[in-house]
């Protein structure tokens, strides 16, 4: 019985001390509102109390002031929100800082902005969240100039890369792969799952982005493949869908071979059946697949297929029939049948 006792006593006591720590983060940025920061900002803030308040801030002002009257018209409520005339200007308050920005120097440009600025100290220490794709060297020395800049645990900067696409960010089930500290873990996670469904912790800080441009570099690859399979197939004269039923009960099984198969009238739900619309554009891979490639020459890592498969997607950018597509049309490139 008295082992019950302590028990409970424990269990209220951790259940005291994360809803303090939860209630700690009243105050929210999200900087970068393109196609996947616009919808996490919509789920951050529609899962927040009305105590709580998020200032948004784009480049572009009419995404932050559209993105804000949605917000501010629904009918659950949500935290309280603001539109900020600068990065500097939302994050000066915040708690919580969160960004999605495009390529490693828009990330840098940022946070030099933000951590030029004169920032009033807070309650507890800042907490730095970067959702964008960039390499992990840029990653880390973003965190060493907020370490500096906001020295003895004043602020703390992690990285949390996502997976899920539009699609994910607009249901609220994207998975985030951590780059922190052990102690940072459990204060993101309470801000990442508000915008997704599961976060996996890789390691320390730049470990998410390793593990997203290593799991992107696999993807690029299998994508090239499975594409390159489907066309061989069909040419020896084999039903697409019997192939593809074949290769996903085999060893060729992978995600652009289940998921999102290349070839129209295969998958349903694949973006081949959407004249390639929608899904991963074909820029984006190339992106992914740049910085992983710079990745791999900073580790030292031999990666024989790297400058051929970003070759392919560069060419078949290039192509009108394939620009601004997902980037599994490189099975129309490759001259498949659809």
Known sequence: MRANTRLCKQLLAQRRTFSFTARRLDN???????????QMA?????????????RLYDINRGAAEKLAQEMSAQQAGGASVHVADSAADASREADTVVTCLPEPQHVKATYESILKAELPARPGPRLFIDCSTIDPTSSREVAAAVDKALPNGQGHFVDAPMSGGVVGATAGTLTFMLGAPESLVARSEIVL??????????????????????????????????????????RWGLDPKVLASVINVSTG??????????????????????DYQGGFGIGLMRKDLRLAILAAKEADAKLVLADKASE???????EERCKSRDFSVVYRWLGGKE
């Open 193 to 234: 799952q508000r915008m997704g469904k599961r976060v996996l912790h890789c390691g320390p800080q730049g470990a998410g982005l390793a593990a997203k441009l290593a799991n992107n570099y696999l993807l690029a690859i299998e994508n090239i493949a499975t594409a390159e399979a489907m066309n061989l197939g069909a």
């Open 42 to 54: 919509r789920n951050l803030q529609s899962k927040l109390p009305p105590s709580d308040t998020v």
């Open 312 to 318: 392919v997607y560069e060419t078949a950018e290039s």
């Open 253 to 274: 099984k992978c995600w652009p071979s289940e998921v999102n198969n290349p070839v129209p009238g295969v998958v349903e739900t694949a973006p081949a059946n959407r």
């Open 28 to 38: 929210y940025a999200f900087i970068g509102l393109g196609q996947m920061g616009y």
